[in-house]
């Protein structure tokens, strides 16, 4: 009799176990764990940017920001990607996509609440550049608002920095290539740019060391890499962490040493000619 008890008792505890752990994985599928999720298949997004973003000729995502970015998530140690798309698209995905994250990001006033930020990791230089025998000058953005049309990539933090200045003169182009043509060929006067891009477009375009000129230096803006704002803390601080204890001195010979982008042989041509259409939105 005692025996029978105690088969039924085993039989019941392993039901019970079996019932816990069916609703542990129905749990689990209905209501994901906030942390791993987080933690699962990132998704880290760039666009043409050199030095610190680019396609080589291989089909590779290279540059100075790219090689930063892929030892931070080794030290992490969880699943990544990288994806190269244009800046609008890597934009609206990161803002509307769970885990992704948009580098290098100029961190903004009007951005600040839209993202969550890890860095800073750079920053950049804007300045305004002309045609080199268009010979106008510039000595404040008073003198700026009275020239001609001022090309800037659609959706950039140039491009909101040009309206919040109440600059009405712009030209919005999908890209800095697109802007440096128009000034070129005269549909814009001016490229608001900046220093990291001035020696890619001057070289890619072929047009010689003295094509555009700097007439105008305007901001600073620190960089960031941008997660999407639903990112939970435990990610966002293994990121900061990964960044605050990487050694200085590798972190400077990361991004220093890809200078060498700008010269010739980065062909940015061959990189917009091979964006997917999706890219190129």
């Known amino acids: ?142 003198d700026i608002k009275k020239l001609g049309l001022i090309a800037v990539p659609r959706d950039t933090a140039r491009h909101q920095m040009l309206l919040d200045a109440k600059i009405t003169n712009i030209l919005v182009l999908p890209s800095d290539k697109e802007c440096v043509q128009a000034v070129l060929s005269g549909d814009a006067e001016i490229w608001l740019g900046s220093c990291n891009m001035y020696s890619l477009n001057r070289d890619s375009l072929g047009e010689g060391l003295e094509s555009i000129h700097r007439i105008y230096p305007w901001k600073h803006v620190p960089l960031y890499i941008a997660f999407n704002i639903d990112t939970s803390d435990d990610l966002i601080n293994a990121w900061q962490n990964a960044l605050d204890t990487l050694d200085p001195t590798l972190k400077e010979e990361i991004m220093r040493y890809n200078i060498p982008y700008y010269c010739s042989w980065i062909d940015c041509t061959y990189c917009y000619e091979n964006l997917s259409a999706e890219m190129k939105e």
């Open 1 to 142: 009799m005692l025996l029978r008890y105690v088969i039924v008792l085993i039989i019941i505890i392993i039901l019970l176990n079996f019932a816990y752990f069916q609703f542990d994985e129905i749990k689990h599928s209905f209501f994901p764990d906030t942390k791993e999720q987080n933690f699962k298949n990132l998704k880290l997004i760039t666009e043409i940017n050199p030095p610190f973003s680019y396609l080589d000729r291989s089909g590779e995502i290279k540059g100075s920001g790219v090689e930063l970015v892929k030892i931070l998530a080794e030290k992490i140690g969880k699943p990544y990607s990288l994806e190269l798309l244009s800046w609008s698209s890597g934009y609206g995905r990161t803002l509307s996509t769970p885990n992704t994250a948009l580098f290098l990001t100029a961190r903004t006033e009007e951005r600040e609440y839209l993202f969550r930020w890890v860095g800073p990791v750079d920053r950049m230089d804007y300045a305004f550049y002309c045609k080199s025998s268009n010979r106008i000058s510039a000595r404040s953005l008073d």
